[in-house]
């Protein structure tokens, strides 16, 4: 075990500079208008929540994705949560 982690370690740094390098040699070449993002949600069938939703992506995309993980990650605990209960419930621990 001593012997492999050595290895593994150059094995790890070696790759992560492969990536690097290789990377680098992607974004060298031009890709115009590639990175824009133009989509826009149509509002005009949307209400309530959905057209909340759909007004906070099309004008603030990063606080859109904050949200969207705050959702996701709340939703995780309650699931957590729920499991827990009953599974305490089963008898199980």
Do not use: C
């Not at 790759?15 to 390098?21: D, E, S």
């Not at 606080?63 to 990650?73: D, G, I, Q, R």
């Amino acid at each position: 075990m001593a012997r492999l982690f050595p290895v593994a370690v150059i094995l790890f740094i070696g790759a992560m500079l492969a990536v690097l390098a290789f990377s680098s040699v992607s974004f060298a070449d031009e890709h115009g208008d590639a990175g824009k993002l133009e989509h826009k949600v149509d509002l005009e069938n949307q209400s309530g929540m959905n057209l909340i939703i759909a007004e906070l992506y099309n004008d603030h995309r990063l606080l859109f994705a904050l949200v969207a993980t705050a959702t996701m990650a709340l939703v995780g605990i309650i699931i957590g949560h729920i499991t827990g209960i009953i599974l305490r419930l089963l008898g199980l621990k």
